[in-house]
């Protein structure tokens, strides 16, 4: 009897010493992954930071130009047919040292073109292209991605797969697709239906209204007759502000709430709502400063701004005049962003969802 | 009698804590999902404008003859035009070369103006103070020594202040010495799940995404109107943070704008570092509690997230309660009632507090960049929650020690373990 005690004593000491090694193996085994990635590391190294990150607009099209322009000083290029490596796998580059005219082709290799290009319909450019002349892309053209030194002119239906970065002046035709970024240093002119991410221009122009209107010829509001004048030093406001009646404001203004100006406006100081803010009045509108919104931002009337517009949804301009020459300014809406007519940017305009250019209503 | 109201206290505070446990895990699953599933606010960076805002840029520097060079030369090399920004190194009492260093980068760049402050009120605060007093900038940005800016990092952080209602902008904290050791590697984990998911998460829900103390910046006239940094707190960081959300004003934060930093290679370093954080951060817990609940300029879940950013550095100390409570009960014969909820203490204690980040906002920061190796590692973080329990814990016995007493504080430098050049 005290012997089978003993037996299950002892074989319940020995079902304890199981127990405890099995729980302190599976106390262990989530470790060795880890151990593993200690002594043997493939996921050690520092994440990348980008160092000599710096915006630009024109990033894409400075450095593949750059790269094609030190190619062709150092006299690397022939007539014709070349190989360049541009990555770690060599390319063919096709070289025309004059002036390149074709229609309904496609293009599969990186093209330098030292004189003007002229593509009739339809052509395919499935690789970078640089141009040191003038660029015209027949309608129903599709580019990868290219940089122009002079002017470009796009017809309509033209496609721009990735960016499209030109010197002189751009015009858009209508329905094109204008990729992840077009960047020119003079006059961007957009047509109806045009679609874009990323563009800038100095300045960027819509369609003008045939109800013209003349913004910029306000002087701070001394257009406005007997407005209020109210002065705020950053006060926050809760609550919706309605502005039916002329008036003009020296400080920011802050708003909890919605923003709508119905009448003449003048603002000397930014503007921030956490709600909407909405212009939309045949009168005439300046704001000296910026315009900030965590919601819809819109703008039609006749206005000058000479801030940025930054909204967290949707932004809608129209009869609006953004920044001036070579002051540049930015149209940013993380949303949508629509332009309507007589919209007239200096700088810079982005969306992270779709930028259209609105059409006949 | 007595006996009774005692087990009936220690359960009570055993199920409170568990309470406490699961707010934060509610708080920190829901910022997860946030950041996965939610809808990501935008920060400015996209902005181009051609008017810039004077900015002066602070660097407090205690004996930073290893650093100084590095961080100078990276910001000369900024886009940010040299005739709107003034750099401002304070070299607080080093007894090393930091002096002649940054002399002689002030006499190669004008834009450089350094102070040399030889007072025996030494810290990061006082020489912040001093900075403040002599910055041209409307806009202050403050980097610690150790810090690496990139080209375009300062531009990118001031375009936050076109928004009137930005009071402070702080950017992304990345480590540059991960693969130094165990240590090391683990904080670099626990940056990710803190930028990544934790501040993104805060700034997408319109809560208080914080201020960091460095790679941020903040509007100048909003801290010296009223009286510059407080001396007798070491976090002046989440006192600013409180201080502009209570004025109304916002804090953007920049997920994008990322800048390396040297993280502590020693054990003991990081033991003083999050004491000193920990004594600080509870300092202002006992002084922005009640205006947190008070301000007319927050909403309720402001506030909520507020209170519960306010009691991060408690909770440790309540935690290593709950467990000494756990064990009292059990020796009492007591824990009948929650002998099932001492497993959640204990498991749910690690994976909710294993470290500043919970291990679900480390895997989650770990997906979102792409860096799915290293979080072999997450098991380890096991030794960082009884690490952070302890020193958390002293550091908050500390600033009920400075509350009561009034005590001046004093500020200990984090050792550097720099060689070679900055790239």
Not at chain 1, 109 to 118: H, N, Q, Y
Not at chain 1, 128 to 150: L, M, Q
Not at chain 2, 74 to 91: A, F, G, H
């Amino acid at each position: 009897m005290a012997q089978n005690n003993k037996i299950q004593k002892r074989g319940g000491e020995m079902n304890f010493v199981i127990l405890i090694t099995v729980f302190m193996i599976l106390i262990f085994v989530p470790f060795i992954p880890g151990i593993l990635e200690l002594l043997f590391p493939i996921d050690d190294k520092a994440m990348s930071v980008r160092m000599d990150y710096s915006k630009d607009p024109s990033y894409f099209g400075k450095s593949f130009r750059r790269i094609m322009v030190s190619s062709i000083s150092k006299g690397e290029f022939k007539e014709g047919q070349n190989q360049i490596k541009l990555s770690s796998v060599p390319e063919s580059i096709l070289v025309i040292r004059g002036d390149f005219k074709h229609g309904g082709e496609n293009f599969e290799s990186i093209m330098v073109v030292l004189g003007d290009l002229i593509s009739k319909y339809n052509n395919s450019f499935n690789k970078e292209i640089y141009v040191k002349g003038n660029a015209f892309f027949g309608g129903g053209s599709v580019i990868r991605a290219a940089a122009v030194d002079k002017n470009a002119e796009l017809k309509e239906q033209t496609k721009i797969i990735r960016w499209l970065d030109v010197k002189g002046c751009i015009t858009a035709g209508e329905e094109s697709h204008l990729g992840v970024s077009v960047s020119c240093g003079e006059k961007f002119q957009l047509s109806k239906g045009c679609r874009f991410r990323r563009l800038f221009g100095n300045p960027i122009l819509t369609p003008v209204n045939a109800r013209s209107i003349n913004y910029g010829s306000l002087k701070n509001g001394k257009n406005i007759g007997e407005p209020s004048i109210i002065s705020y030093s950053d006060k926050i406001i809760n609550g919706n502000i309605k502005y039916e009646e002329p008036v003009i404001i020296n400080g920011n203004l802050i708003i909890n709430g919605n923003l709508e100006i119905k009448n003449e406006f003048t603002i000397n100081g930014d503007i921030k709502a956490n709600g909407k803010v909405i212009i939309d009045t045949a009168e005439n509108v300046t704001i000296n400063g910026n315009v900030v919104s965590e919601s819809v931002i819109s703008m039609k009337g006749n206005i000058k701004a000479v801030g940025d517009i930054f909204s967290q949804d949707e932004v809608y301009l129209e009869g609006i005049n953004i920044g001036s020459f070579n002051n540049f300014k930015s149209v940013i809406a993380k949303k949508k962003l629509t332009l309507g007519k007589s919209v007239e940017i200096y700088g810079f305009v982005s969306t992270e969802g779709i930028g259209i250019v609105e059409g006949e209503q | 009698m007595v006996i009774l109201i005692i087990i009936a206290i220690l359960k009570i505070y055993m199920l409170f804590v568990i309470f406490v446990m699961m707010i934060y895990a509610v708080r920190h699953n829901f910022f997860t999902f946030n950041r996965l599933f939610g809808n990501q606010k935008m920060y400015y960076q996209d902005i181009i404008d051609s008017e810039f805002i004077m900015v002066s840029i602070i660097i407090p520097m205690h004996n930073e003859e290893k650093t100084a060079p590095h961080i100078l030369d990276l910001l000369v090399k900024s886009d940010y035009p040299v005739s709107k920004m003034e750099i401002i190194p304070i070299n607080d009492n080093s007894t090393d070369k930091t002096m002649h260093i940054i002399d002689d980068y002030a006499l190669r760049y004008s834009f450089i103006k350094p102070i040399h402050r030889d007072s025996k009120n030494k810290g990061k605060m006082q020489a912040l103070n001093d900075g403040l007093a002599v910055a041209a900038g409307e806009i202050i940005l403050v980097f610690d020594a150790d810090y690496l800016p990139g080209k375009g990092l300062v531009r990118d952080l001031i375009v936050a202040f076109k928004d009137p209602k930005v009071g402070g902008v702080m950017g992304r904290v990345m480590i540059i010495n991960t693969n130094k050791n165990l240590l090391t590697r683990l904080l670099d984990l626990e940056r990710t799940g803190g930028y990544q998911v934790d501040q993104q998460a805060r700034y997408n829900l319109g809560l208080i995404p914080q201020y960091g103390g460095t790679v941020g910046g903040f509007r100048k006239e909003l801290v010296t109107s009223s009286g510059g940094f407080n001396e007798n707190i070491l976090a002046e960081d989440t006192e600013l943070t409180f201080r502009l959300f209570i004025k109304g004003y916002d804090i953007a934060y920049a997920n994008r704008l990322e800048c390396y930093e040297e993280a502590p290679e020693e054990w003991r370093i990081r033991a003083n570092q999050i004491k000193r954080w920990s004594r600080g951060h509870n300092r202002v817990m006992f002084k922005y509690l009640f205006p947190v609940i008070k301000a007319k300029n927050l909403n309720f879940y402001q506030k909520l997230d507020g209170i519960l950013l306010l009691f991060v550095y408690l909770i440790p100390f309540i935690f290593i309660l709950g467990i000494i409570d756990s064990l009292i009960l059990f020796f009492m014969g007591e824990m009948n009632l929650v002998n099932y909820v001492i497993i959640y203490l204990l498991i749910g204690g690690y994976v909710v507090f294993g470290s500043f980040a919970p291990f679900y906002q480390i895997g989650t920061g770990a997906l979102l960049d792409r860096v799915s190796y290293r979080i072999r590692l997450l098991p380890f973080f096991f030794f960082i929650f009884i690490f952070n329990l302890f020193f958390i814990s002293q550091g908050f016995l500390e600033s009920i020690v400075d509350v009561i007493v009034n005590r001046k504080v004093s500020w200990h430098k984090t050792i550097r373990y720099r060689k070679g050049a900055a790239k």
